[in-house]
């Protein structure tokens, strides 16, 4: 088996990636009190089985694809791959920068690395448009 990589050790690249907003999305059955009153007016109030008590809940949504501050170097790569009736979520190549920690930094994904700042505008700018 050979395996090629797009990217080599030591080869300088930049990386991209989805930024996010939280939005807070208020609890419509306690109305954001975080507790719902017991029938009998002398107990104590339950935490509202819908929120756990916490009044609401927050998601993280997509905003925009950007381009991460640094120029990096690959120092690891990672390569999974497997036979057809046995594909995981692992299957693909992951580059691990010497800049972000190398060995237990992030490892990325092969779609979000790019050659130079030029490529990484022009993907970011492809994935913005898709997303619009």
Known sequence: MEIT????????VV???N???????????C???GYIPDPDPDKRP????????????RTYEPTAWA??????HVAAVRVEVSV??????????????????????TLH???NVCANIAEAQAECDRRNGEAN
Do not use: F
């Open 19 to 29: 930024t996010n907003k939280a939005v807070w999305h208020p609890c419509d059955m």
């Open 31 to 33: 109305g954001e009190t």
């Open 109 to 111: 994904e092969e779609a």
């Open 5 to 12: 990589t797009r990217y080599e050790l030591e080869q300088e």
């Open 15 to 17: 990386t991209i990636h």
């Open 46 to 57: 339950w935490h509202c089985p819908k929120c756990s008590g916490h009044k609401g809940r």
């Open 84 to 105: 057809p009736d046995c594909v995981g979520n692992g299957d693909g190549t992951r580059y691990m920068l010497r800049e972000t920690g190398c060995p237990s930094g």
């Open 67 to 72: 381009i991460d501050q640094y120029v990096a």
